[in-house]
């Protein structure tokens, strides 16, 4: 079956059900960056680079949210805990797709909290997910531009529309946002609706973000995928599959 018809069966959303905060998951499961043979093949072939925006453009928001934990006395990894409660459609999720709005999200998140034992402010725990820009990463998306098509994919909401995004906008061919199409990562829809946008395939295109959960579903779908911790170790991989150098 192709991604594209994968995709339009409207799907397999729930194959990722439960993945998202699994600490396990994202800590200890098997890192292929070293694998050459995930890069063999590549090189020419792609067309075109997906960026996700928190985490890999800026700082990670897992750092702000594990020092407002410490703040505020909640157990390490409680918020990251919660978002992995039905991960599909908790408030987290339903703001990210707008389908409620942050007034509406801040009761129904606290409540969340509330049930796991904990009590946090909403507004906090989302202005934590203010990073800073990481220059090096937008030079190497820059250069990118250049040679290759960009889109940006990002789960956001709408309130973060004038967001520090804006600053890097031009080096974007498409931006995809899930407050705007009502999509959003892991939904194999929403990297299908950025490959359609850029007129590439999946497989002509790398993926980065910063959760193995958002690579997933890329991965299947045939694109290249580079889980971004380190942006050194990230840049030094994307330029072994662009082929160029990127700074
Ligand atoms: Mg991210």
């Known amino acids: ?51 996700d925006f928190g985490g890999v453009i800026t700082t990670s928001p897992f750092d702000a949210f594990a020092e407002y934990e410490r703040r505020s006395g909640l157990e390490p990894g409680f918020i990251r805990a919660l978002n992995a409660t039905n991960p599909d459609s908790n408030a987290w999720a339903l703001l990210e797709r707008g389908e409620i709005t942050l007034d509406e999200f801040a009761p129904l998140f606290e409540a969340e909290a509330a049930r796991a034992g904990g009590t946090l402010s909403a507004p906090e725990v989302l202005s934590a997910l203010d990073g800073e820009i990481r220059p090096e990463m937008v030079e190497a998306l820059r250069r990118c531009h250049e040679r290759l098509r960009t889109g940006l994919l990002t789960n956001n909401f709408a309130s973060m529309e004038a967001t520090s995004k804006d600053s890097v906008a031009e080096h974007f061919d498409v931006v995809i946002e899930s407050s705007k199409v009502g999509l959003r990562k892991p939904e194999a829809a929403f990297y299908q609706l950025a490959c359609d946008r850029l007129g590439v395939s999946p497989c002509e295109a790398v993926f980065l973000d910063d959760l193995g959960i958002n690579l997933k579903p890329a991965r299947a779908m045939g694109m290249a995928t580079i889980k971004v911790s380190d942006p050194a170790t990230a840049i030094a991989e994307l330029e072994a599959l662009v082929g160029f150098e990127l700074r």
């Open 1 to 51: 079956m192709s991604p594209k018809s994968q995709a339009a069966r409207g799907h397999q959303v729930g194959d990722y059900r439960g993945v998202w905060g699994s600490r396990t998951h994202l800590g200890k499961r098997k890192d292929l960056r070293n694998d050459p043979a995930r890069y063999a093949g590549r090189g020419d072939d792609v067309k075109a680079v997906l960026w």
